[in-house]
């Protein structure tokens, strides 16, 4: 079965920086786009960054842009979210998900990892 | 950027009664609409996609309609799993959600 596990989370001061990754198994990882999403404490969701299958094309939400960068590596079926410049209002639990092959929407996601951005 | 609205905020059911979720999208997704049920402390679940499309294992309880800019989900004869938080998102431009609508035990 599909299986997204993530680590990296953590607590970080504002200004530095942090990287979250996402292990995939149970799919062909190598033919799926990927995304962050993340969600502020009691609030709601917020789609953070999408690569395609091939890592080529990328895309960011306009709070994060210049900011994050997402990645992958195929080789070892795993996606990256590389965050700098980390602010206050960027602490939330960010998901790692996956979007079906083909149809556009979201199908899993993972267990999601805490980052909590504080002085 | 397309905007998505839910309503009600909260919803107030009673087990066996039947929920429904609104959800207005600020300009046309054609059917690009997705729902997702979240619990505390859990990961977002896939309910239904193509606005009207139950994902893998979804009870037949859940159903979802609409095109173009006005969408809703259906939980017929609510069952205790159920009181959750409800959100819609669209995937025709770009990916945004709507607010979610709690639905709680009356």
């Known amino acids: 079965q599909v299986q997204l596990v993530q680590s990296g989370g953590g607590v970080v001061r504002p200004g530095r920086s942090l990287r979250l990754s996402c292990a995939a198994s149970g799919f062909s990882f190598t033919t799926n786009a990927m995304f962050w999403v993340r969600q502020a404490p009691d609030k709601g969701l917020e789609w953070v960054a999408f690569i395609s299958y091939d890592g080529v094309t990328k895309h960011y939400a306009d709070s994060v842009k210049g900011r994050f960068t997402i990645s992958r590596d195929n080789s070892r079926d795993t996606l990256y979210l590389q965050m700098n410049s980390l602010r206050p209002d960027d602490t939330a639990v960010y998901y790692c998900?996956?979007?079906?092959?083909?149809?556009?929407?979201?199908?899993?996601w993972g267990q999601g990892t805490l980052v909590t951005v504080s002085s | 950027d397309i905007m998505m609205a839910q309503s009600p905020a909260t919803l107030a059911v009673s087990p066996g009664d039947v929920a429904t979720v609104s959800c207005r999208a600020s300009q046309s997704v054609s059917n690009n609409l997705a729902w997702f049920q979240q619990k505390p402390g859990q990961a977002p679940r896939l309910l239904i996609y193509r606005a009207s499309t139950r994902a893998t294992g979804v009870p037949a309880r859940f159903s979802g309609s609409g095109s173009g800019t006005e969408f809703t989900l259906t939980i017929s004869s609510l069952q205790s799993e159920d009181f959750a938080i409800y959100y819609c998102?669209?995937?025709?431009?770009?990916?945004?959600f709507g607010q979610g609508t709690k639905v709680e035990i009356k």
């Open positions: 998900v996956k979007e079906r092959g083909g149809y556009g929407h979201f199908d899993h």
């Open positions: 998102q669209q995937y025709s431009r770009w990916w945004t």
